[in-house]
C-alpha cells in the first residue's frame, strides 16, 4: 500500500500558540488530502478536505481561521492550528487519495496521526 | 447526508473465540463501506471494502463482511480471533465526493 506519513508526532504547546502539523505522501502524489480529528474513545471526525493548488474545504462547524490548511504541492498539506487553545487539545489523522492510474484508485491511506496538547 | 452506527463499544473474547461487530449506516447513494483497524499505536488500516458485486467480501487477516442492502448493515466476521486482533475497529461509509464518515469504532480486547 501506499505510506502517508506525518510530523510531528506529538506536540506540546502553550496556550495562545500556533502548532503547524505536516502531512505528507511519500510514494504517491495526491490531489486530495483530508484532514481528522479524533477525540479519546472516540471516532474519527472530518474537519476538511485539503485539495492541492486550491482552498480547501470546512465541514460544518469547522472554524477556518483556526484551522488552516494548506496543500502547497501533490505530497504535502499543513494544518496550523492558530493561537491554540486546551480544548484543541486531540489526535489529528490525515489521510491521502490515490489517484488515478494506481492499482490502489481512490483509496485513502492514513497517516499515523499527530498528538497535540495544548496547556 | 451519510451517517454509521456501530452497536458495540467494547467487545472481549478469548482466543480462537469468533467475532462480529455490527454495523448500520444511512446513505442516499451510491454505498461504498469500509472496515478499518487501528492497533494500540499504530495508524488506520483498511480491513475490507465493498464497492458492488459480491456481498461477502473477504479481507485481511481472516476477516470478512456482509453487505446486506435491505438491512442496511456491513457488520464484520472473523471465525477464530487471535490475541494480535487487539485494537480498535471502524466502519465507514465512503460518499461520492470520496468523504468517509466513521462509526463510533468497537474496542477489541482479546484474552489470550
Known amino acids: 500500500g501506499a505510506v502517508v506519513s506525518q510530523h510531528p508526532s506529538w506536540v506540546i504547546c502553550k496556550s495562545g500558540t500556533s502548532v503547524k502539523i505536516e502531512c505528507r505522501s511519500l510514494?504517491?502524489?495526491?490531489?486530495?488530502m483530508f484532514w481528522y480529528r479524533q477525540f479519546p474513545k472516540q471516532s474519527l471526525m472530518l474537519m476538511a478536505t485539503?485539495?492541492?493548488?486550491?482552498?480547501?474545504?470546512?465541514e460544518q462547524g469547522v472554524e477556518k481561521d483556526k484551522f488552516l490548511i494548506n496543500h502547497a504541492s501533490l505530497t504535502l498539506s499543513t494544518l496550523t492550528v492558530t493561537s491554540a487553545h486546551p480544548e484543541d487539545s486531540s489526535f489529528y489523522i490525515c489521510?491521502?487519495?490515490?489517484?488515478?492510474?494506481?492499482?490502489?484508485?481512490?483509496?485513502?491511506?492514513f497517516g499515523p496521526g499527530t498528538r497535540l496538547t495544548v496547556l | 447526508a451519510q451517517s454509521v452506527s456501530q452497536h458495540n463499544h467494547h467487545v472481549i473474547l478469548s482466543e480462537a473465540a469468533s467475532l462480529e461487530l455490527g454495523c448500520n449506516y444511512s446513505y442516499g447513494g451510491t454505498v461504498n463501506l469500509f472496515w478499518y483497524v487501528q492497533y494500540p499505536g499504530q495508524h488506520l488500516q483498511l480491513l475490507l471494502k465493498?464497492?458492488?458485486?459480491?456481498?461477502l467480501v473477504k479481507g485481511i487477516k481472516g476477516f470478512e463482511a456482509e453487505f446486506i442492502k435491505s438491512k442496511f448493515s456491513f457488520n464484520l466476521r472473523k471465525p477464530s480471533v487471535q490475541w494480535s486482533d487487539t485494537a480498535e475497529y471502524f466502519c465507514?461509509?465512503?460518499?461520492?465526493?470520496?468523504?468517509?464518515?466513521f462509526g463510533a469504532g468497537t474496542t477489541v480486547t482479546v484474552r489470550a
Open positions: 510514494d504517491f502524489q495526491a490531489t486530495t
Open positions: 485539503s485539495n492541492e493548488g486550491s482552498k480547501a474545504t470546512y
Open positions: 465493498y464497492f458492488s458485486g459480491d456481498p
Open positions: 489521510s491521502a487519495r490515490v489517484p488515478s492510474g494506481s492499482g490502489w484508485y481512490n483509496e485513502q491511506f
Open positions: 465507514a461509509v465512503r460518499s461520492n465526493d470520496y468523504k468517509l464518515s
